[in-house]
């Protein structure tokens, strides 16, 4: 085995998972799951079946990611925050066949507590304060606050807040990185 996998949670048959990964306490990882090297799961994590996570993911404890669910490299989800994958849920009513994809893209943070709403995609590098409730796609280093969540600002790649000169240009404060936004869209420049 070339991961860690704590005594006390599961793993089920047909699951990937790519060395130096760690699953801690009372974790479940279910059938079809693909996760990458590097990747730590914290304590009382479910991971559904066929869930898809990219390399040197962190997933704090008490987080279910949901099948329909795909987190690309270096993804952050912060503790006890919250996916959905069914738009209209009821008890009574079996809607496996309506799970909504969500794409969590490479870099992006997730806070504590923060709701992610089914079907939506959350861009490169952007970062959802903790309490947020995502209701829509998220912009590539947008920094998302509130409920329902909305854009208040932007950030680097390294997380720190970008600063845009008239000439639409921001330097990373952490990296010295340059950003240029254009038309609600920012790119490393």
Known sequence: ????????????????????????????????????????????????????????????????VYTGVRCEDDVFLGPSMVFTNVLNPRSAVSRKSEYKPTIIKRGASVGANATIVCGHTLGEYCLIGAGSVVTKDVPAYALMVGNPARRIGWVSRHGEKLQFDDNHIAVCPATGERYKEENGIVRLF
């Open 1 to 64: 085995m070339s991961y860690f996998k704590h005594e006390s949670s599961y793993i089920d048959e047909g699951c990937e998972i790519g060395n130096g990964t760690k699953i801690w306490h009372f974790s479940h990882i279910m059938s079809g799951c693909k996760i990458g090297e590097d990747c730590n799961i914290g304590q009382n994590v479910v991971i559904s079946p066929d869930v898809v996570l990219g390399r040197n993911c962190k997933i704090q404890n008490n987080v279910s």
